[in-house]
């Protein structure tokens, strides 16, 4: 019996060009228009988001890790510009108030 293929005919080897890494963390990256900006948007599939937890700008909840999320930056921006956010928080921005609403015993981050 011969070994399994891990990866199946056809498919580029490591050493072929590496400029588009755009499925590098599982996921694709998009751009989108918001507040009048162009954000670069990366969705995170959730095998590759390990190791690390970070806090969502949408809910101030922690997504944890090995939980697929979205990345989004604004275009003209560099690498600490980047915000971790869950998907349904980054769908859902347009809706939110501009002021997150806790009780009154909440923690505030």
Same mark, same amino acid.
């Given at each position: 019996? #011969?070994?399994?293929?891990?990866?199946?005919?056809? @498919?580029? $080897?490591? $050493?072929?060009?590496?400029? /588009?890494? $755009? /499925?590098?963390?599982?996921?694709?990256?998009?751009?989108?228009?918001?507040?009048?900006? =162009?954000?670069?948007?990366?969705?995170?599939?959730g @095998? #590759?988001?390990?190791?690390?937890t970070?806090?969502?700008?949408?809910?101030?909840?922690?997504?944890? #890790? =090995?939980?697929?999320?979205?990345?989004?930056?604004?275009?003209?921006?560099?690498? %600490? /510009?980047?915000?971790?956010?869950?998907? =349904?928080?980054?769908?859902?921005? %347009?809706?939110?108030?501009?002021?997150?609403?806790?009780?009154?015993? =909440?923690?505030?981050?």
């Open positions: 019996m #011969s070994p399994r293929r891990n990866r199946p005919k056809g @498919a580029p $080897s490591a $050493s072929a060009d590496q400029s /588009d890494r $755009s /499925d590098r963390y599982g996921g694709w990256q998009t751009s989108e228009s918001w507040q009048g900006e =162009a954000w670069s948007v990366r969705h995170v599939a @095998a #590759s988001a390990e190791g690390k970070y806090r969502c700008p949408g809910c101030a909840q922690l997504i944890p #890790s =090995a939980v697929p999320h979205v990345v989004a930056w604004p275009e003209h921006a560099g690498v %600490d /510009d980047r915000r971790h956010w869950h998907k =349904a928080c980054w769908n859902a921005k %347009d809706r939110r108030t501009t002021r997150v609403q806790r009780s009154r015993n =909440a923690p505030r981050f």
